[in-house]
């Protein structure tokens, strides 16, 4: 295709590992996504498949952990369920300042694992998660060690997650 942007050179085709911050989430890699690129003017056309999957994709892996939540992680699930700030709150029984608190990355204050639960029990009712329940005792039962990544693949028409989420 010639590129959008300059309408002049033929954009150049590749598959590569992307970052995907625009998710919210800054430890999210997507594997061999296509992308093209004009080697005139530098314009870059990153094509993501099937964008809702992804999305499920890491509500899932997000729900599923054993460590505790970071603020980011908790924004991601709550645009999820599509509240707003005011709705955690209403539905929460907390006031609007603390859901600023949990969603901070200053970490002011972190939810009780109650509450944590809770959330992700949502979550997994929303997304009919199978067999959630089942491990509740695992869930959110570690403090997070910072250094979890999720590595995306995109294979057979769905996205998986392509490695495990805490190295430690
Ligand atoms: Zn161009």
């Given at each position: 295709m010639i590129c959008p942007?300059?309408?002049?050179h033929q954009m150049q085709e590749s598959r590569e590992t992307v970052r995907y911050d625009e998710c919210g989430l800054s430890n999210v890699a997507l594997q061999g996504v296509r992308v093209r690129k004009c080697p005139g003017c530098g314009n870059q056309l990153i094509?993501?498949?099937?964008?809702?999957?992804?999305?499920?994709?890491?509500?899932?892996?997000?729900?599923?952990k054993a460590e505790r939540?970071?603020?980011?992680?908790?924004?991601?699930?709550?645009?999820?369920?599509?509240?707003?700030?005011?709705?955690f709150a209403s539905k929460f029984h907390v006031r609007k300042e603390q859901v600023s608190r949990w969603e901070s990355e200053q970490k002011a204050i972190q939810m009780?694992?109650?509450n944590e639960l809770l959330l992700r029990t949502l979550v997994a009712k929303g997304q009919k998660i199978e067999h959630y329940e089942?491990?509740?005792?695992?869930?959110?039962?570690?403090?997070?060690?910072?250094?979890?990544f999720l590595s995306m693949l995109f294979d057979h028409k769905q996205w998986s997650v392509n490695n495990p989420?805490?190295?430690c």
């Open positions: 942007d300059c309408r002049t094509s993501i498949p099937s964008l809702d999957g992804l999305h499920r994709c890491l509500a899932v892996a997000l729900v599923n939540l970071n603020a980011a992680e908790i924004i991601f699930l709550r645009k999820s369920l599509g509240w707003s700030k005011a709705d009780t694992v109650q089942d491990h509740l005792e695992e869930f959110a039962s570690k403090e997070s060690c910072g250094q979890s989420l805490c190295p």
